[in-house]
C-alpha cells in the first residue's frame, strides 16, 4: 500500500506540466540568463588596464650612488664594514628597482608603459594630459634615501605622484602600487638600521602561482548559481506536495483511504518518502545537466551525495508538516503561502541569489534548509570531505526529525480527518 501511495504521487508530479516546468526546466534557464547578465563578475579576472606612466628624473640615480659610495670611502670605519656597505649600494637601486622591478614587473608589464621624459617636459605633459600619472622624482633622492637608509641621516625623501582625473582607475592601479613600494622601502631602512639588511626581500625572491586560499578548488560564478538554484528550486516540492495532499482531502480521496481501513500514518509516511526521493531525483538531474552543460566538476562525490540525500529528506519532512498544516486548517494556504513568499525569502537569506555578507545574516542564512545545503554543496565542489561538512549534514538531519515531530503533532486525529 505504501508504494502505491508514492507512486501515485508521483505520477501526479510528473503530469504536472507547469509544476514539471518550474522545478527543471526553470533553474537551467536561470543559470543560463544569470551566467551572461554576470559574465566572470565572481573570478578572479581584472579589468583591462593601459596605463602610460612616466617618470621624471631630476637628477641620475647613478651620479648620486656614486657619490655616495665616495663619502662612505672616505669615512673611517672597519674596511669590512664599508665593503658591505658600498657592495650594498650598489644592489640598492631604488628608481631603477621601481622602474624594472614594481612598474615593468612581469606582473604589470603589460598594463603599464614606462617612459622617462625630461624635466622640461613634464609641465606640458600635465597639461596634454598624455598619461595615467607622472612620477616626480625629486633631486637627490636616492642619495638622500640612501643616506637614511644606510646611514640613518635625515628623513627618507618623498617622491611626487601626479594623476590624470580623466583615468581614474589606471591611476589608482599606479598609486597602490607606489604604496605598496614605500611600504616596502620602509621595512628595508628598519631592517637595515637594526643591522638585519640580508632579510630585505626583493621582487626577484618572491616567486609561486595564485591559488585558492586553501588550496582547494576555487568556486567559479557558474557552479555557484547551479548550486543555488538548485538547493532553492527543491523546496518547491515541499509546497507542491502539500497542496496535491490537500487536494486529496479536499476530493474526499483521503477520508475514502481511512474508510478503506489504511492507516492514515501509512499515507503521511508516503508523502514524506515521495517527496523526498523526488527532491533527490530533482537534484540528481539539475546537477547532472550542469556537469554536462556548463562543464561543472565534482571532486567530491560522497560529500555531494550525502548532502542531496540529507537535504531531500529535509525537503520531505517540510512537505509532511505543510500536508499536516493544511489539513488542520482545512486549506492549502500554508503551501501557498511556503511556496510564495518562504521559500524567496530561505534564497534570500541562505545566499540562493548572491552571497550574503554579515555575520549576522550568515548565520540566519545557514539556518535555513537551503543555506546549510549550499555551504554544503559548494564545500564538496572544492573538494572538501565528510568530516568537513559534518555539521551541515547534521542539522539537515536534525531539521528533518524536527519538521516529522511537528508534523506527526499536528496532523489530524482521526476522527477528525474526516
Known amino acids: ?101 614594481v612598474l615593468g614587473g612581469p606582473k604589470h608589464q603589460e598594463m603599464v608603459d614606462v617612459k622617462e621624459i625630461g624635466v622640461e617636459e613634464m609641465n606640458t605633459a600635465k597639461v596634454n594630459k598624455q598619461y595615467a600619472a607622472i612620477i616626480e622624482v625629486p633631486e637627490n633622492f636616492s642619495y ?25 582607475l589606471a591611476g589608482q592601479v599606479i598609486e597602490d602600487l607606489l604604496v605598496a613600494y614605500q611600504e616596502q622601502l620602509q621595512t628595508s631602512t628598519i631592517l637595515e638600521q637594526n643591522g638585519l639588511g640580508e632579510l630585505r626581500i626583493t621582487s626577484q625572491d618572491v616567486k609561486g602561482e595564485t591559488v585558492a586560499i586553501s588550496g582547494m578548488n576555487p568556486i567559479t560564478n557558474t557552479t555557484y548559481y547551479v548550486v543555488g538554484m538548485s538547493v532553492m528550486f527543491v523546496l518547491y516540492i515541499a509546497s507542491t506536495m502539500g497542496a496535491y495532499a490537500y487536494e486529496e482531502k479536499r476530493d474526499h480521496l483521503f477520508n475514502r483511504i481511512l474508510i478503506a481501513n489504511v492507516s492514515r ?29 556548463f562543464d561543472v566538476t565534482l571532486p567530491n562525490f560522497p560529500s555531494f551525495l550525502a548532502t542531496s540525500i540529507l537535504l531531500s529528506f529535509s525537503v520531505g519532512g517540510i512537505a509532511s508538516l505543510l500536508t499536516s498544516i493544511n489539513y488542520r486548517l482545512n486549506s492549502d494556504q500554508a503551501s ?23 555575520d549576522v545574516i550568515n548565520t540566519l542564512g545557514k539556518l535555513t534548509p537551503n543555506g546549510s545545503g549550499l555551504t554544503a554543496f559548494l564545500s564538496a565542489f572544492q573538494g572538501y570531505g565528510m568530516e ?31
Open 144 to 168: 638622500r634615501l640612501v643616506k637614511s637608509i644606510f646611514l640613518g641621516e635625515g628623513e627618507p625623501p618623498e617622491l611626487s605622484l601626479y594623476v590624470n582625473q580623466e583615468e581614474e
Open 265 to 293: 500514518w501509512v499515507y503521511f509516511l508516503s508523502i514524506f518518502i515521495s517527496s523526498s526521493f523526488t527532491g533527490f531525483i530533482q537534484l540528481m538531474i539539475l546537477f547532472s545537466v550542469s556537469v554536462t552543460i
Open 388 to 418: 568537513d561538512i559534518s555539521g551541515y549534514l547534521f542539522y539537515l538531519g536534525g531539521l528533518t526529525l524536527v519538521t516529522l515531530v511537528m508534523a506527526v503533532v499536528i496532523f489530524p486525529k482521526r476522527g477528525k480527518a474526516v
Open 1 to 101: 500500500m505504501l508504494f502505491a501511495f508514492m507512486k501515485k504521487q508521483l505520477l501526479l508530479m510528473i503530469r504536472d506540466r507547469t509544476n514539471f516546468t518550474l522545478l527543471l526546466v526553470m533553474p537551467i534557464i536561470l543559470v543560463f540568463i544569470i551566467n551572461f547578465a554576470i559574465g566572470d563578475l565572481m573570478t578572479e579576472d581584472t579589468p583591462e588596464i593601459d596605463a602610460k606612466v612616466a617618470i621624471v628624473e631630476h637628477t641620475s640615480e647613478e651620479s648620486q650612488l656614486n657619490q655616495i659610495k665616495e663619502e662612505i670611502n672616505e669615512m673611517s670605519i672597519p674596511e669590512d664594514a664599508r665593503n658591505d656597505m658600498v657592495q650594498g649600494i650598489t644592489e640598492f637601486q631604488p628608481i631603477q628597482i621601481l622602474k624594472q622591478d
Open 336 to 358: 501557498a503561502i511556503f511556496g510564495s513568499a518562504i521559500v524567496t525569502l530561505f534564497a534570500f537569506f541562505g545566499g540562493s541569489f548572491f552571497p550574503i555578507g554579515g
